[in-house]
């Protein structure tokens, strides 16, 4: 894929892009807002006609509104609600995996099962039918695993980018205290961006050496980037933690007006597809979720398959998954809407992928779920929706 995102970099090169002031990022913001306001309130709507439908026909209905929990911001949590997220990963990272040798004799932890899931699923699961449908299931058998297995009582919080992007070194998720998700890696004077320095660095290139996962093993990969560790990434590779967080890649690729391009798609084909790559101006050629993978950048999260085995890896996905949530509630017909096919930019070509292709997030847990399972948040094994803070 390293070629094929050069490859879209060179097509895009000519794109002149407009000069964006602060004055739009402040609109794009409030546009946003607007939307997420809307969804919340449609998917309010959607629950409680859910919840009169299954009463009518004598059903308990799984999904309540005093079920329903929240997913929030980052860094609207309560310092100690931050605190017990992080914990309850350092936990799942100190617990045995469930990974037999045979599929990676890498792995050591249940928080490494995640990791090898993603490695395999990788060519499936990206530029494909099923990179929403099947990321947002993935982060909710990582949450029910940090609820079951770790006692955490919360759901996982998301990464508002624009909110940070000027600055992502010094936000609450990166800022290296007690309560953020660690800081950035140590600073390497001169160092070269990620993809050979294709993108441009940040501000650190290091280990991370702050906050709460600090003295981390990453265990598994490198496998998008060079040299590839041993078993084809899958053996066992012990390092440190690396991050390069910094502006650049963020105010250019996730701020407020990069953000609002993309919700303003109108069919899910165009939506994916600006999500995971530039495709039309004013978005830039990695869209925002290239955005926020090389603004962590480093190892592994600059690493196309092993990405997740940063635990900020996460909280970007969830703003990923919060997005789409946005997008899918402005109107009926975008709730059960897929595109795509069954493989990474249909390479070999796949059949188009369907509501009843089952899914799975493989030794990480969970049960076999349809793609149609897993297309509301309030429907299926799932009760939750992403708000900004804990009141709203
Ligand atoms: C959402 O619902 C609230 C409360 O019913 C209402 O005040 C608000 O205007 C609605 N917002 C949108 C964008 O529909
Ligand atoms: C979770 O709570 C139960 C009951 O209090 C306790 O037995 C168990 O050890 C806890 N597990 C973890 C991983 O803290
Ligand atoms: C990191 O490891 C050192 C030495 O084992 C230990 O003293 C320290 O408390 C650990 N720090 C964190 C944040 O876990
Ligand atoms: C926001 O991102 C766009 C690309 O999506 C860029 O052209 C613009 O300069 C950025 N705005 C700010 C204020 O950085
Ligand atoms: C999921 O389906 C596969 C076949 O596609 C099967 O091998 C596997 O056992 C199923 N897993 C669960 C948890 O049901
Ligand atoms: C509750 O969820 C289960 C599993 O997803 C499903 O089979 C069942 O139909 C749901 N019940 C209602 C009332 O929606
Ligand atoms: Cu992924």
Known sequence: MRLELLLHLLA???????????????????????????????TLALLDSDVAAAKAAGLT?????????????????????RKAYTSAVLCLQSK????????????RSRFDDFVVTHIYQTPYVHNSG???????????VYETALRSECNYTGLIPYWDWSKYAPSPQTSPLFNGDEYSISGNGKLIANHAGAMGGFIPAGLGGG???????????????????????????LGYNPRCLKRDVGPT?????????????????????????????????????????????????GDPGGDFYVSPGDPAFYLHHGQIDRLWTIWQMQDSTRQYAIAGT?????????????????MNAGYAGGPNVTVHDVLS????????????????
């Open 96 to 107: 045995p995996g469930l990974t037999p040798k045979s599929v990676s004799d890498g792995a």
């Open 377 to 392: 948040t309030v429907r299926g094994s799932f009760c939750f929706v992403y708000s900004r803070s804990p009141l709203s």
């Open 249 to 297: 890649v963020a105010t250019q690729n996730t701020n407020y007006t990069s953000v609002m391009a993309v919700m303003k798609m109108t069919t899910i084909a165009n939506f994916q597809d600006l999500v995971q790559s530039g495709g039309a101006a004013p978005n830039g050629p990695m869209g925002i979720h290239g955005g926020g993978h090389y603004t962590i950048s």
């Open 61 to 81: 209905p799984n999904c309540t509104r005093e079920k329903l929990r929240y997913r929030i911001e980052f860094g609207s949590m309560a310092k100690e609600d």
């Open 12 to 42: 895009l090169g000519a794109t002149v892009l407009a000069a964006w002031t602060p004055a739009q990022e402040s609109d794009a913001a409030k546009q946003l807002d607007v939307m997420a306001q809307k969804a919340l309130n449609a």
């Open 207 to 233: 280990c991370v050496e702050t906050g709460p996962f600090k003295n981390m093993t990453v265990n598994l990969g490198p496998i998008g980037m060079q040299p590839v560790g041993p078993s084809n990434g």
């Open 130 to 140: 099923t990179f929403l449908g099947w990321h947002r299931w993935y982060l909710w």
């Open 342 to 358: 069954n493989t990474m930019n249909n390479y070999p070509p796949s059949a188009n992928t369907q509501l009843t292709d089952v």
